[in-house]
């Protein structure tokens, strides 16, 4: 049974579609084209204001543990597509519906780790009331009536790592980073999940949108890490996978010097002080012809870009 029918990866599902889905995946047993088992596991990293679940997926292959990679979507409420990319990636490697030995290579390679919605209640919050929203939904300290705009936390900066240098302090922005590192249940459960010294990470994307940039560290200066050759080529070369597929152009860089300047982002997080070697946020489509409200019949075709940087990356991160 395709647990993808429950309902569509073609177009944006509610929050409450998504656990659904989830759920539908840990019922079903997946075997891979050469016929060995497909484990998905389901684990709930932490609950957040409103009482939602943050799910993480681990989709591996029975035997020995191996190298991990982490995918982390939906962290901003309104980039839809995020989600709906992670989404379609647990479905390929799970369900892998066109039964490409490629892609369960992927599997027999590295155990992965998902998180598809990083932020349920902004997420929610973007289905219910305000479609535009980006924090999360924790209540102002001041009082609770004030203006919606007062709520929230950007979980993008409240990582512990850099955190609160030049960003905001006025919980009324879409950027306040929060009244302390890791003050949010949401970055918490990531942190938590990136110290267990069990599982040794060796690649890390944050996926938003929009823009098309594939970008790797830091967020929180112009500098560049000691290895940023190797992160560039591997950007590079998933970006010219990428756009093999339907030519769509994306630009490459550290996030300071091709975007702009942020801190306590998950993605210094990763690199500076988890120590993972390969970090990447990648800003999905489009460019800014419809920004955040990118139409659904453009959620396959990027979902299937993305794939193909993806594996076209992993396959060279193993390599080395
Ligand atoms: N962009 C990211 C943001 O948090 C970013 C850009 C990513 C900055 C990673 C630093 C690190 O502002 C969007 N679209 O949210
Ligand atoms: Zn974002």
């Known amino acids: 049974k395709n647990p993808g029918q429950m309902f569509s990866l073609s177009r944006y599902n509610t929050f409450e579609e998504i656990s659904a889905f989830i759920h539908s995946l840990t019922r079903t047993s997946f075997t891979g084209p050469s016929g060995e088992d497909i484990l998905v596991d389901h684990i709930v990293i932490g609950q957040t204001y409103e009482e939602n679940p943050i799910h993480l997926i681990k989709i591996s292959k029975p035997g020995s543990q191996k190298k991990a990679i982490f995918l982390e979507s939906g962290i901003h409420a ?17 369900y892998n519906p066109s039964r490409s030995t490629a892609v369960e290579q992927l599997v027999a390679d590295f155990d992965w780790y998902i998180v598809p919605v990083l932020n349920p209640d902004g ?3 973007t289905h219910n009331k305000d479609r535009l929203w980006r924090k999360n939904r924790r209540q102002p300290s001041f009082g609770n009536n004030l203006t919606d705009i007062c709520h929230g936390v950007d979980l993008n900066r409240n990582f512990g790592y850099k955190w609160g240098e030049g960003t905001s302090t006025d919980q009324c922005t879409a950027t306040y980073s929060g009244p302390s590192p890791f003050s949010e249940p949401e970055t918490l459960a990531v942190k938590r999940v990136l110290e267990n010294k069990n599982i040794n990470f060796l690649l890390y994307i944050s996926f938003h949108s929009y823009g098309q940039y594939w970008m790797y560290p830091w967020g929180y200066t112009s500098t560049y890490t000691k290895d940023v050759k190797l992160l560039e080529f591997g950007a590079k070369i998933a970006v010219e996978a990428l756009r093999q597929k339907y030519n769509t152009d994306y630009t490459v860089g550290s996030v300071y010097n091709a975007l702009y300047a942020a801190e306590g982002v998950s993605l210094d997080y990763a690199k500076g002080q988890a120590g993972i070697k390969y970090c990447y946020t990648v800003e999905l489509r ?3 012809q419809y920004g955040f409200l990118l139409p659904q019949n453009q959620i396959t075709p990027t979902c299937e870009e993305t794939m193909d940087g993806i594996m076209t990356l992993v396959d060279y991160i193993k390599a080395l």
């Not at 309104?78 to 799970?94: D, F, G, K, N, T």
């Open 123 to 125: 997420y929610v919050y």
């Open 78 to 94: 309104r980039e839809w597509i995020a989600p709906a990319v992670a989404l379609y990636i647990i479905h390929q490697l799970s």
């Open 286 to 288: 489009d460019k800014d």
